[in-house]
């Protein structure tokens, strides 16, 4: 394949993937997020679950220098403006913004990625709910409240615990998968192996990139 066709079949990539993002950036209606599959957890991990749930920090990032800083300010000034037609409220758009990166570095998750997949699965919307009962901005299901958490799924809307359930569950996934983001993606999804779920949120993530993420 010469360099034309190869930047032509790029280019073509890029259309599709973006195409598949936007399914979830423009949804108006229910959330169309997949089914997380409750499965036996050891007691040693569910455990550790339960841990990360119950920690109740506060979202609130903590620097070692002054450029760490500054890097944020600039990642959250701009994910601001982008975000602004999703939040047109600033307080409320900066909370979440300073929740995501607070809980997605919590986990060691990249903070790119979980902001596809919210666009992906709630189209940044709070009080989203699947067809399959999946709840808020990370599309939980509720017996995710009752086998790691406090039993309460109502808990699902509020949005630190859904952002850190979100951010904890994928974590184990990617742990189960050795690391492997595509299965993990898909296994949140409730579709793993099937490449349609990763490559939406792969899309989606590229409209979050920065240098400072």
């Given at each position: 394949?010469?360099?034309?066709?190869?930047?032509?079949s790029r280019?073509?990539w890029?259309?599709?993937g973006?195409?598949?993002?936007?399914?979830?950036?423009?949804?108006?209606?229910?959330?169309?997020?997949?089914?997380q599959?409750?499965e036996?957890?050891?007691?040693?991990v569910?455990?550790?679950?339960?841990?990360?749930?119950?920690n109740?920090?506060p979202?609130?990032?903590e620097?070692?220098d002054?450029?760490?800083?500054?890097?944020y300010?600039?990642?959250?000034?701009?994910?601001?403006?982008?975000?602004?037609?999703?939040?047109?409220?600033?307080?409320?758009?900066?909370?979440f913004?300073?929740?995501?990166w607070?809980?997605s570095?919590?986990?060691g998750?990249?903070?790119t990625m979980?902001?596809?997949?919210i666009?992906?699965?709630?189209?940044f919307?709070?009080?989203?709910?699947?067809?399959?009962?999946?709840?808020?901005?990370?599309?939980?299901?509720?017996?995710?409240?009752?086998?790691i958490?406090?039993?309460?799924?109502?808990?699902?809307?509020?949005?630190?615990?859904?952002?850190?359930?979100?951010?904890?569950?994928?974590?184990?996934?990617?742990?189960r998968?050795?690391?492997?983001t595509?299965?993990?993606?898909?296994?949140?999804?409730?579709?793993?192996g099937?490449?349609?779920?990763?490559?939406?949120?792969?899309a989606?993530?590229?409209?979050w990139?920065?240098?400072d993420?």
């Amino acid at each position: 394949m010469d360099a034309e066709a190869s930047g032509t079949s790029r280019r073509l990539w890029l259309l599709r993937g973006a195409a598949l993002g936007a399914a979830g950036w423009l949804t108006a209606g229910p959330a169309q997020a997949g089914r997380q599959a409750e499965e036996p957890l050891a007691d040693s991990v569910r455990s550790a679950l339960s841990s990360a749930i119950a920690n109740s920090a506060p979202p609130v990032p903590e620097f070692f220098d002054i450029n760490q800083r500054l890097a944020y300010l600039r990642w959250l000034g701009t994910m601001s403006e982008r975000l602004k037609k999703k939040k047109p409220d600033f307080q409320t758009r900066i909370e979440f913004l300073q929740t995501v990166w607070y809980e997605s570095r919590r986990a060691g998750l990249d903070t790119t990625m979980v902001m596809g997949l919210i666009q992906v699965e709630s189209a940044f919307r709070k009080f989203a709910i699947s067809r399959v009962g999946a709840r808020g901005y990370m599309q939980i299901m509720p017996f995710w409240s009752r086998v790691i958490g406090d039993g309460d799924p109502t808990r699902l809307f509020h949005m630190q615990t859904n952002i850190r359930f979100g951010c904890v569950i994928l974590r184990h996934y990617l742990d189960r998968e050795r690391g492997n983001t595509h299965l993990a993606l898909g296994r949140y999804n409730g579709s793993r192996g099937q490449p349609q779920y990763p490559n939406a949120v792969y899309a989606a993530a590229k409209n979050w990139v920065h240098q400072d993420a």
